[in-house]
């Protein structure tokens, strides 16, 4: 019975993770949303058609221009054939290419949301993945696009050496100056090198509310969340109070905690001029020490070289080689005793230090208030985008973009990641059972016996045990279960007088032979 079983679940186990059919899982063409700002899934349309790739140079830079190849290629081993991606194809160099949105975004009363897969092909060393939304002006020219292009936000993973990282910067205007200023979120607390390293697509995802907070998701997890307002670096708003920078200290101000005690004295015993290791006193030379002897003497053997000249090169002296005289001594030479520290010796004196009297704390500058204060409460209300760019540079080539999407609304994205990265991930175990059976029906009388039988078991043997029911009824118990409490109708008595009435009023059968044990015991009672 048990080989049977195993070998019929081993039979439903090959067939549900095999393919069902060739051909069959094949990427499916997802529509664009009409109301998504931007969608791109790089499957259909050439590459020329929406992207502009970048003919400026870098900014200071004219020998570096953006000379990078791109191309719209499937990966090596792809899970759903005829899914495309764009890939940045030369190492080393800058890559650089963008295109308009289908409507410019405006940070109004709507969410955010940015998601695009990124697959490392070849692992990376160094190098970014990082998408820019370019703000939109009337001077945006793609083809111009460089590392000085304005942006509102760049968001995307980015590595180089052991640091890996998910960035979130945007730009913000001062109200006060009008120049803008980088502002970086927090790095999350999670440990992302399994992201660049496992050779896997992943789903990057940003979502910014009206209400001022973000939040980053991979893979549909959130790895990090925070508040525009807080979670900043530099902060949105500035202190309202800065330090003077030019206040100074006054000359009076004492700032030392510890000063020497005035009052103490050298002791008369001090001896500064101790050294502070002396001879061992103690010591004796070894016996069989050979103070006469040279540890090294001149080499006997050896001779001049012949373009050697006294008078241009001096007196000509033999090299020094151990001498043989010392092969076997204690030791040779002038014998000194080794060096102990000195009992006498206590350095230079000083005087002990004391908590002094007139300190007056470490002195800091006044503060004043900060001319450059403004408080913006609405740090989401940034610059108006209208376009999306990478704008990259990696050791590593072989870095693949696809579905980039920027929507205002959750439930497009949401539909959008169940389409483009729902396709890729593996079924579900129940979705996978049901799926098998479309093929193979058979498979459904394997379900049945595998899952029905054992709960038909469990019902025929253990349902009488009153341990597996409910416990305010009666069941049949066997000899071996615990003893039970009587209940009213296990009695063996009658507990009333109408009840033995009732249980003698049962026949005459019954009378008869009560009337005859009457009659035998009047008998025995004569005869005694």
Same mark, same amino acid.
């Given at each position: 019975?048990?080989?049977?079983?195993?070998?019929?679940?081993?039979?439903?186990?090959?067939?549900?993770?095999?393919?069902?059919?060739?051909?069959?899982?094949?990427?499916?063409?997802?529509?664009?949303?009409? !109301?998504?700002?931007?969608?791109?899934?790089?499957?259909?349309?050439?590459?020329?058609?929406?992207?502009?790739?970048?003919?400026?140079?870098?900014?200071?830079?004219?020998?570096? !221009?953006?000379?990078?190849?791109?191309? &719209?290629?499937?990966?090596?081993?792809?899970? &759903?054939?005829? %899914?495309?991606?764009?890939?940045?194809? *030369? =190492?080393? @160099?800058?890559?650089?290419?963008?295109?308009?949105?289908?409507?410019?975004?405006?940070?109004?009363?709507?969410?955010?949301?940015?998601?695009?897969?990124?697959?490392?092909?070849?692992? /990376?060393?160094?190098?970014?993945?990082?998408?820019?939304?370019?703000?939109?002006?009337?001077?945006?020219?793609?083809?111009?696009?460089?590392?000085?292009?304005?942006?509102?936000?760049?968001?995307?993973?980015?590595?180089?050496?052991?640091?890996?990282?998910?960035?979130?910067?945007?730009?913000?205007?001062?109200?006060?100056?009008?120049?803008?200023?980088?502002?970086?979120?927090?790095?999350?607390?999670?440990?992302?090198?399994?992201?660049?390293?496992? +050779?896997?697509?992943?789903?990057?995802?940003?979502?910014?509310?009206?209400?001022?907070?973000?939040?980053?998701?991979?893979?549909?997890?959130?790895? *990090?969340?925070?508040?525009?307002?807080?979670?900043?670096?530099?902060? $949105?708003?500035?202190? @309202?109070?800065?330090?003077?920078?030019?206040?100074?200290?006054?000359?009076?101000?004492?700032?030392?905690?510890?000063?020497?005690?005035?009052?103490?004295?050298?002791?008369?015993?001090?001896?500064?001029?101790?050294?502070?290791?002396?001879?061992?006193?103690?010591?004796?030379?070894?016996?069989?020490?050979?103070?006469?002897?040279? =540890?090294?003497?001149?080499?006997?053997?050896?001779?001049?070289?012949?373009?050697? *000249?006294?008078?241009?090169?001096?007196?000509?002296?033999?090299?020094?080689?151990?001498?043989? *005289?010392?092969?076997?001594?204690?030791?040779?030479?002038?014998?000194?005793?080794?060096?102990?520290?000195?009992?006498?010796?206590?350095?230079?004196?000083?005087? #002990?230090?004391?908590?002094?009297?007139?300190?007056?704390?470490?002195?800091?500058?006044?503060?004043?208030?900060?001319?450059?204060?403004?408080?913006? =409460?609405?740090?989401?209300?940034?610059?108006?985008?209208?376009?999306?760019?990478?704008?990259?540079?990696?050791?590593?080539?072989?870095?693949?973009?696809? %579905?980039?999407?920027?929507?205002?609304?959750?439930?497009?994205?949401?539909?959008?990641?169940?389409?483009?990265?729902?396709? +890729?991930?593996? #079924?579900?175990?129940?979705? @996978?059972?049901?799926?098998?059976? $479309?093929?193979?029906?058979?498979?459904?009388?394997?379900?049945?016996?595998? /899952?029905?039988?054992?709960?038909?078991?469990?019902?025929?043997?253990?349902?009488?045990?009153?341990?597996?029911? =409910?416990?305010?009824?009666?069941?049949?118990?066997?000899?071996?279960?615990?003893?039970?409490?009587?209940?009213?109708?296990?009695?063996?008595?009658?507990?009333?007088?109408?009840?033995?009435?009732?249980?003698?009023?049962?026949?005459? +059968?019954? +009378?008869?032979?009560?009337?005859?044990?009457?009659?035998?015991?009047?008998?025995?009672?004569?005869?005694?």
């Amino acid at each position: 019975m048990a080989s049977s079983v195993h070998v019929i679940l081993t039979c439903a186990w090959v067939c549900l993770y095999s393919p069902l059919s060739e051909g069959q899982i094949v990427y499916r063409n997802v529509p664009l949303p009409e !109301k998504a700002h931007f969608a791109e899934t790089f499957d259909s349309a050439p590459l020329d058609r929406r992207w502009v790739l970048s003919k400026a140079v870098k900014v200071g830079e004219e020998n570096l !221009k953006y000379d990078g190849d791109w191309a &719209l290629e499937e990966p090596d081993h792809p899970v &759903l054939p005829g %899914n495309r991606g764009l890939v940045m194809k *030369s =190492p080393g @160099r800058h890559h650089a290419i963008a295109a308009y949105l289908r409507s410019m975004y405006h940070f109004r009363d709507k969410p955010l949301c940015l998601q695009y897969e990124v697959l490392f092909l070849k692992g /990376v060393d160094c190098g970014g993945a990082y998408i820019k939304l370019l703000s939109g002006h009337d001077g945006l020219y793609l083809s111009q696009f460089n590392d000085a292009t304005p942006y509102t936000i760049m968001f995307g993973p980015d590595k180089c050496g052991k640091s890996h990282k998910v960035h979130f910067i945007f730009r913000h205007r001062n109200p006060v100056t009008g120049e803008y200023e980088e502002k970086h979120a927090r790095q999350p607390d999670v440990d992302l090198s399994d992201y660049f390293n496992d +050779r896997n697509p992943h789903l990057y995802t940003l979502r910014l509310y009206p209400d001022n907070t973000y939040e980053i998701l991979i893979d549909l997890t959130v790895i *990090s969340k925070g508040s525009l307002l807080e979670d900043m670096e530099p902060p $949105v708003n500035p202190p @309202r109070e800065v330090l003077d920078t030019g206040d100074t200290a006054p000359q009076s101000w004492d700032d030392r905690p510890h000063i020497p005690d005035p009052t103490a004295t050298k002791p008369l015993d001090w001896d500064e001029e101790a050294p502070e290791l002396i001879p061992d006193p103690a010591a004796q030379r070894p016996d069989g020490w050979m103070g006469e002897e040279e =540890p090294f003497i001149p080499d006997p053997m050896a001779q001049p070289p012949d373009d050697w *000249s006294e008078e241009m090169d001096g007196e000509w002296e033999a090299p020094l080689v151990p001498n043989p *005289s010392c092969t076997h001594a204690v030791g040779c030479g002038p014998w000194a005793p080794p060096m102990v520290p000195n009992p006498a010796y206590r350095g230079k004196w000083k005087p #002990p230090m004391i908590d002094n009297p007139n300190y007056q704390g470490a002195w800091q500058p006044r503060s004043i208030p900060n001319p450059g204060y403004f408080e913006d =409460p609405h740090p989401f209300r940034m610059s108006p985008v209208g376009a999306v760019g990478l704008e990259l540079w990696s050791l590593t080539a072989g870095v693949l973009f696809d %579905n980039i999407l920027l929507s205002d609304d959750l439930k497009i994205a949401q539909r959008w990641t169940q389409d483009t990265w729902g396709q +890729r991930q593996p #079924p579900r175990l129940l979705e @996978r059972l049901f799926v098998a059976t $479309v093929k193979r029906p058979w498979l459904w009388g394997v379900y049945i016996f595998t /899952v029905g039988l054992p709960i038909i078991l469990f019902i025929s043997f253990m349902w009488p045990d009153k341990r597996f029911g =409910p416990p305010d009824q009666d069941y049949y118990y066997k000899k071996s279960d615990e003893p039970q409490p009587d209940g009213p109708q296990d009695l063996e008595g009658p507990t009333s007088l109408s009840d033995y009435g009732a249980s003698h009023r049962t026949g005459p +059968r019954k +009378r008869e032979i009560q009337r005859a044990q009457k009659k035998s015991d009047l008998e025995l009672k004569v005869k005694e």
